[in-house]
């Protein structure tokens, strides 16, 4: 498979679900805003910080408020990272792989896009949970749809790769929002209103009733194991990283527990990290230390994804 045709699938596929977790990240703030007790003031800056775009956000709109904030993050067409510019950077990409993927594939994605560009700006915050439940269900779609019209090939598992690994670093940044956002003094800690905090958490990861079936109460002990090492979870770290690890050995052909080039290596390592890992270790090094070290680790495997499979390499 051409390089050109393998990136373009990867990044389909990863800008369309960074798309569904911007709507599942903001999800976070509008979920426990609905949940809350009257009193609590929402933090929505820290929304901006974790993302790694606060100066570039102030630049724009100064103070940050919620329509602002939601502003930057689903319509802002000139911030690469809203929802509308991630879906416009997703058709692109299908577009120069027309021929590749299923027509279906490319109504889906063409659609998803034009349903969120036709929304010039954000609506009120009361329908705002409604317009994040579409772009999660187009998500949805999309992803159906290509597993069930495109031939599990080289390219599926491209688009695979890119998906999980897209997930994964989201999820660790939505917990990274309760850490920075959700908890406003030390005080609540174990009372009601963080009980409140972390099912609105696990809602926004689409995890609450799967969480339930396991155990009987929310803690943030069990939740944090959860949504880092839970091995059948879909949007646990954990799960994320063993499927795109299978992808990958799938795409090299590289008998699995061994590695051949600095992707299966940095992704080997972090994976079989989590697998000897315990939640009381996470916690006592710190959990938003583990979180941006993970996110950190995330960004290094897809350095060297774009090394191995799509660099243009000279030819001496």
């Not at 498979?1 to 990863?14: C, F, G, Q």
């Not at 003031?41 to 724009?60: A, C, M, V």
């Not at 159906?144 to 019209?149: N, Q």
């Not at 390219?155 to 999980?164: K, P, S, V």
């Amino acid at each position: 498979m051409l390089s050109r045709v393998a990136e373009s699938i990867y990044w389909l596929n990863r800008y369309v679900e960074r798309a569904e977790n911007i709507a599942r990240f903001v999800d976070v703030n509008l979920n426990l805003l609905l949940d809350s007790p009257m009193g609590v003031t929402q933090q929505w800056e820290p929304l901006i910080l974790t993302t790694g775009d606060l100066s570039l956000f102030r630049e724009r709109y100064g103070e940050a408020t919620a329509e602002s904030v939601v502003q930057f993050l689903t319509f802002d067409s000139s911030y690469p990272n809203s929802i509308v510019s991630c879906l416009q950077a997703a058709r692109e990409n299908a577009r120069s792989v027309r021929e590749i993927i299923s027509s279906e594939m490319w109504e889906r994605v063409n659609s998803f896009y034009l349903m969120v560009k036709e929304t010039a700006q954000a609506p009120p915050l009361s329908q705002l949970p409604s317009f994040f439940a579409e772009v999660k269900l187009a998500s949805h779609l999309f992803a159906g749809v290509m597993d069930a019209t495109m031939t599990h090939n080289e390219g599926w598992h491209f688009g695979q790769l890119g998906r999980l690994l897209e997930r994964a670093d989201k999820t660790a940044r939505i917990l990274d929002v309760k850490y920075f956002i959700l908890l406003p003094s030390i005080v609540d800690v174990g009372t009601t209103l963080d009980e409140v905090q972390w099912m609105a958490l696990l809602k926004s990861a689409s995890g609450y009733e799967m969480y339930r079936k396991r155990q009987h109460r929310i803690t943030p002990h069990d939740t944090a194991k959860f949504l880092i090492m839970d091995r059948e979870f879909p949007r646990s770290i954990r799960f994320c990283l063993m499927q795109s690890e299978q992808s990958l050995y799938k795409i090299t052909g590289t008998t699995p527990g061994t590695w051949s080039n600095s992707a299966e290596r940095t992704l080997g390592r972090l994976r079989s990290q989590l697998d000897f890992l315990t939640i009381e270790e996470v916690i006592d090094r710190g959990l938003h230390e583990f979180l941006d070290d993970t996110q950190r680790q995330i960004n290094q495997v897809g350095d060297c994804i774009f090394e191995t499979f799509f660099a243009l390499q000279a030819v001496s």
